[in-house]
Structures are given as C-alpha cells and as structure tokens.
C-alpha cells in the first residue's frame, strides 16, 4: 500500500510554502494531497477531512502549514494517529515571533517543528520509509548524494579532481 502525505495549509496564502513541500515530496517519489482546511476559521470542515484521512488505511504523515497563530498544527496532531510536521512559513511582519505559536503546544500534542520545506519532506519519507522499503531506499540515495557533493566540493577547493 503506497504511502500518502497530506499537506493542509490554513490559507490561500500559505500555498507557496505548501508547494515548495510538495515539490520536495516528489522527489522521494511520495504521493501527496494538498487540502486548505483553517482551524480558526472552519474547524468543522477540518474535522472531516481529517474523518475522512485517518479512514484511508494508507500509511502516512501529515504536514501542516500555518503562519500567524498556527492552531492547525495542534488541532491536527490532536486528531490523528500518524505522525504531524509543523512547517510553518515564516513571517516577516513579526519577525519570527509567529513560530512561537508552532514551538509550544499543550501537553499530549506533539507535532514536530521543521522549518524548511525539504527538511519537511526528508522527515516524512524518513517516517514513511519505516515501512516502504522503495521510499526508505529513496532516502538513502539522497544522503548519499549529499554526502558525495560535501566531497566532491572538499576535493574541488583543494584542487584535486572529484572522486
């Protein structure tokens, strides 16, 4: 059974963000859904798409992505059994004291806090690759080619030809 990730975003204009995770989700070959979904502002409609998630039987991550007030994250990982990434775009405005509200959570709500999209995406094919063999060789391919491009660059600046 192929693994799925599902991306909610709590605006429109968390949709950049939502993408940029998407498109790192692609290239370790995840399937992903991406869903708009406010826990201030339609909670209801929040609680049934997460019904209707946690009915699929696919293995899966969710990846949250909320600026100001990030209540998804927290209500999200408050409903579902698999594991939640907070990846909350970060804010200019305030400077970045809008992640607060993505660091700290009430007790027995423990989304994990990645900012960066890829690292969002690593994170989940890591927890997906548990049990997909096909996504966890995805995910050791890529470290091994970060691993040989840290070399390569080593060998490039002490002037020998890279290995």
Not at 59 to 67: L, N, Q, S
């Amino acid at each position: 059974m192929k693994p799925l990730v599902v991306i909610l975003m709590g605006s429109r204009s968390d949709l950049e963000h939502g993408r940029s995770v998407a498109r790192a989700l692609e290239s370790f070959g995840l399937a992903w859904e991406m869903r708009i979904a406010s826990a201030h502002k339609v909670p209801d409609h929040l609680l049934k798409l997460l019904q209707a998630y946690e009915a699929d039987p696919r293995p899966k991550v969710y990846i949250t992505v909320a600026g100001r007030s990030n209540a998804l994250s927290g209500l999200v990982d408050g409903q579902v059994r698999a594991p939640v990434i907070a990846c909350p775009p970060i804010s200019e405005a305030f400077a970045g004291a809008d992640l607060f509200s993505s660091l700290r959570m009430p007790s027995g709500i423990a989304p994990a806090v990645v900012l960066d999209p890829a690292g969002a995406a690593l994170l989940a094919a890591k927890i997906l690759g548990l049990a997909d063999p096909e996504t966890r060789e995805r995910v050791a391919r890529f470290q091994e080619q970060q691993r040989q491009r840290i070399l390569d660059d080593d060998a490039e600046i002490r002037g020998d030809s890279p290995s």
